[in-house]
């Protein structure tokens, strides 16, 4: 664990770099983290940014792909486009949720 | 009489009915097991089929022989759990009610998940080796394969057994160089994970010797749709891999039974507590194996860790108790690695797999995530270990279902 000075805040953060608290999460934090990651936020990225948190607050895992698109209207061919590379990954890092543990 | 219906007579479902044998009181309990299927597999040697060192049949015993006495084994599919009305319907209609249920119905492989796999090219260019069927099939494919691009890769995770897709190319490059094929031929390891494995110090060490074997790998890759016509794999993000030969794992799911009966996740798998393993669905309903959904490695080490835990917290249920019993996750997995060797990892839901001795702490004999020819030995005894021990839940010595931190060098 560490700690890391997100848009002006003190946070707790994994070796990784997602949050240890999801409750610390703010707007502009994920636009610092997004940026980070050289992803500029559209409407589109807060719809799943938006999933993810919500999605995390009910079942209290985070998203895997399968499972943003079962329950939404996001494709997986469009989650790759919106978060390259490793989509349900960096999507709940922006996010402010757990790395997904949806690899075993 | 009370009823306990175990669902599924596969390795965990096989396990925990010799555990209830010991231990549950005769006199009360009426004891079923269901399961369609007459072979029990040794699920292990599927990886070995391929290769020519075991044959289908090695690896297949009637599951009548590991029922213990005074159990009913039921031949017969289910169609639905109604957990509500603690009763199954069995197909054709048939009811059967129950006092306590346990699931043990596994998981499987859905090829057609993924466009294109099961197609023109199934089983012709595109092969699994997670059912006897494919195993088998993949044997005769690599018998008249002359080189070229072998490709093996996993389209989605969780899968059965993590490592047997990596042992599956170590082992290929093994037997390439055996048949003089190794030179015209390149292997590439396709995986949505970013790494060989899913847990760092294991991914780096495994990163070496892919390095060594000179196996490429193709990390991060999220497979669209398998081109049939061209021989390729696509990727969401738009990379290609062709092929000559793929050995795909296919989304792995969990019973059709589970699907119809609605109360799966995602991948059908159950919402089942981390540690008592007692399901989510209804308080006399426990699952154990690959049905569950707790974030352990789906393997048959962990079914039999879970048994052990299972038993107890089984027996405390009837006795009205507290669940006396949590499990942490562990699992014990050999990696074939080739040339008669192998490595060992022993990791659980905390702690990833690291250096050390097993299963006694500083003696061994087994060396922790290091390359070695007894590794491989301990891999080639254990289709006698699994026959004759662990379906009869005889322990191991030394071998203890909750993971030991002895003997175990953590990183810093």
Same mark, same amino acid.
């Given at each position: ?8 805040? $003190? ?42 948190? $919500? ?22 061919? $469009? ?26 | ?46 990886? =070995? ?40 319907? /069995? ?134 749709? !398998? ?17 000559? *030969? ?11 039974? !589970?699907?119809?009966?609605? =109360?799966?996740?995602? /991948? ?19 699952? !154990? ?21 299972? !038993? ?26 080739? =040339?008669?060797?192998?490595? /060992? ?44 021990? *662990? ?22």
């Amino acid at each position: 664990m560490a700690t890391a000075t997100l848009a002006n805040k $003190e946070v707790e953060v994994t070796e990784e770099g997602f949050l240890v608290n999801p409750d610390d999460w703010t707007e502009d934090i994920a636009k610092e983290i997004a940026k980070q990651e050289g992803i500029e936020l559209t409407d589109r990225h807060w719809d799943v940014i938006r999933f993810m948190r $919500e999605d995390y607050k009910k079942n209290g895992t985070s998203a895997t792909i399968r499972h943003i698109t079962k329950h939404s209207d996001i494709t997986t061919k $469009e989650l790759y486009q919106l978060f390259p590379k490793g989509p349900a990954k960096l999507a709940a890092k922006i996010a402010g949720v757990p790395k997904p543990v949806g690899c075993i | 009489m009370k009823k306990l219906v175990i669902l599924g007579a596969g390795t965990a479902g096989t396990m925990i009915a010799n555990h209830l044998h010991k231990r549950l009181k005769h006199k009360d309990w009426e004891v079923t097991l269901l399961d369609p299927n007459p072979d029990h597999y040794y699920q292990p040697g599927f990886l =070995f089929v391929p290769f020519g060192i075991y044959s289908i049949e090695d690896t297949k015993k009637p599951k009548q022989k590991f029922i213990p006495s005074g159990m009913q084994l039921v031949q017969k599919g289910v169609e639905a759990i109604e957990p509500d009305k603690n009763q199954l319907i /069995l197909e054709g209609g048939e009811k059967l009610s129950y006092d306590i249920l346990i699931v043990a119905t596994g998981s499987r492989i859905v090829p057609e998940e993924t466009e294109g796999m099961k197609d023109r090219l199934w089983r012709k260019k595109i092969f699994d080796f997670y059912t006897p069927e494919g195993a088998v099939e993949l044997y005769k494919a690599l018998q008249n394969f002359e080189g070229g691009d072998l490709v093996i890769h996993l389209t989605e995770m969780p899968i059965k057994c993590p490592v047997a897709p990596l042992e599956f190319s170590f082992l290929a490059d093994w037997y390439l160089t055996k048949k003089g094929l190794r030179n015209k031929t390149r292997i590439t390891y396709v995986t949505p994970l970013s790494g060989a494995f899913t847990k760092p110090v294991t991914t780096k060490v495994l990163g070496e010797v892919f390095a060594r074997k000179n196996i490429a790998l193709e990390a991060d890759f999220m497979v669209e749709h !398998i081109d049939n016509e061209k021989q390729k794999l696509v990727s969401y993000d738009e990379r290609e891999v062709p092929f000559d *030969l793929l050995v795909t794992i296919p989304t792995n799911m969990g019973a059709k039974v !589970i699907e119809t009966s609605g =109360f799966g996740d995602d /991948l059908y798998f159950i919402p089942t507590d981390h540690g008592t393993l007692q399901s989510k669905v209804a308080e006399n309903m426990f699952v !154990i194996g690959d049905a569950t959904n707790v974030p352990a490695s789906k393997a048959g080490s962990v079914a039999h860790f879970e048994a052990e835990i299972l !038993i107890e917290n089984i027996l405390a249920y009837i006795d009205g108790k507290e669940f006396p019993e949590k499990f942490d996750g562990h699992a014990n997995c050999f990696i074939e690695s080739g =040339f008669k060797k192998g490595f /060992l990892i022993d990791f659980n839901y905390d702690h990833e797999p690291v250096p050390g001795k097993f299963p006694f702490a500083g003696i061994g004999p087994l060396s922790l995530l290091k390359e070695s020819r007894l590794n491989h030995l301990g891999k080639m005894a254990f289709r006698w270990i699994y026959w004759n021990m *662990l379906l009869k839940a005889r322990k191991i010595p030394g071998v203890t279902a909750r993971m030991k931190l002895s003997g175990k060098k953590f990183p810093k």
